[in-house]
């Protein structure tokens, strides 16, 4: 599962629909792979505008992950600064979590994460 990923999952409880706080997902005990992919600058100024920034800052730090600008960059701010770019390039389409987990913030509900998958399936009692 991508890190990018994270940033549009939300937690599917019921009762976590109605509040902010199952959103983002927190990574734990995450083990971390990496893919080499080739720089796609345009890529990741498409993507940008669609990610909510400040879930993407809270994820980056609890991966261990360099600290973010508290706000997103703008697209000639990306091309300016090759180091910012590389670190998100890095981040967002190159790392991805092979096993752990992934916890809501407001149920403490746990989806495992397994050979890069994640279990979105919930118990009976919490559907």
């Not at 990574?27 to 879930?55: F, G, T, Y």
């Not at 360099?66 to 770019?85: G, M, N, Q, Y």
């Amino acid at each position: 599962m991508k890190v990018l990923t994270l940033n549009f999952l939300t937690c599917a409880v019921k009762a976590c629909k109605s509040t902010s706080a199952s959103f983002p997902l927190h990574p734990k005990d995450c083990e971390l792979v990496s893919d080499s992919i080739a720089p796609n600058p345009q890529l990741l100024k498409n993507v940008l505008p669609r990610i909510d920034w400040n879930a993407l800052v809270i994820t980056a730090a609890e991966l261990g992950f360099p600290t973010l600008p508290p706000t997103p960059p703008t697209p000639e701010a990306l091309e300016s600064d090759p180091k910012l770019f590389s670190e998100l390039h890095t981040l967002l389409l190159e790392t991805q979590i092979s096993e752990g987990g992934l916890v809501c913030a407001n149920c403490g509900h746990e989806y495992k994460i397994k050979e890069g998958i994640a279990n979105f399936l919930l118990p009976n009692h919490l559907v």
